[in-house]
Nanobody
Framework: QVQLVESGGGLVQPGGSLRLSCAASGSIFSIYVMGWYRQAPGKQRELVATITSGGSTHYADSVKGRFTISRDGAKNTVYLQMNSLRPEDTAVYYC??????????????WGQGTQVTVSS
């Protein structure tokens, strides 16, 4: 199985920046897609950004031009650079991986989440 651990969340002023990291560990053969989702209290979990093994990226309209997703294949780690943060970006951010291991078919895995709070 794959374990995902997020880090880098915290409290930041509006207009500030944060960089989230997600490290994947386990008996991994291949990770096809990694991404970030977020969920605010009382709201459904929503897609923020994804990146494929080939380097293709996708962003939610609400974060285009402000967030950048990147991936280090050798370290099985995905990053989310968040700039020009707004109060509406406040949420728990979850890492996701679409991966194949030596003991399981290709499936999705989720981290436990990291809190991002944007407030004055």
């Amino acid at each position: 199985q794959v374990q995902l651990v997020e880090s880098g969340g915290g409290l930041v002023q509006p207009g500030g920046s944060l960089r989230l990291s997600c490290a994947a560990s386990g008996s991994i053969f291949s990770i096809y897609v990694m991404g970030w989702y977020r969920q605010a209290p009382g709201k459904q979990r929503e897609l923020v950004a994804t990146i494929t093994s080939g380097g293709s990226t996708h962003y939610a309209d609400s974060v285009k031009g402000r967030f950048t997703i990147s991936r280090d294949g050798a370290k099985n780690t995905v990053y989310l650079q968040m700039n020009s943060l707004r109060p509406e970006d406040t949420a728990v951010y979850y890492c996701n991986a679409d991966a194949l291991t030596i003991t399981a078919d290709r499936t999705y895995y989720w981290g436990q989440g990291t809190q991002v709070t944007v407030s004055s």
